[in-house]
């Protein structure tokens, strides 16, 4: 069982940056991790897709945060990072890494970090 863990979530000033890690323990059975992802669920709102990276480093990134945040992974290391900058007040919110895997089953599973909160101040 894949188990995703999250960390450099945080208290910024708007303006400031942070630098998610998403790391991964569980992973023998994984063939190949197809796209990993950051989504992020502000209280009231539905959960939404911040950025993702395939396997093949082909990115995609929301709107709204285009030219602020980078997404990137370690392929050998089953890691990802996402650095955020020029932080905004309406980037407050818990930050979740997921992971689309294929399993040497050859099945697709999708699993989910247990989140890190930002908190933009300002």
């Known amino acids: 069982q894949v188990q995703l863990v999250e960390s450099g979530g945080g208290l910024v000033q708007a303006g400031g940056s942070l630098r998610l890690s998403c790391a991964a323990s569980g992973t023998h059975n994984i063939f190949r991790i197809e796209s990993m992802g950051w989504y992020r669920q502000a209280p009231g709102k539905q959960r939404e897709l911040v950025a993702a990276?395939?396997?093949?480093?082909?990115?995609n990134f929301a709107d709204f945060v285009k030219g602020r945040f980078t997404i990137s992974r370690d392929n050998a290391n089953n890691t990802m990072w996402m650095q955020m900058n020029s932080l905004k007040l309406e980037d407050t919110a818990v930050y979740y890494c997921n992971y689309k895997v294929l399993q040497r089953d050859l099945l697709r599973y999708d699993y989910w970090g247990q989140g890190t909160q930002v908190t933009v101040s300002s």
């Open positions: 990276i395939t396997s093949g480093a082909n990115t």
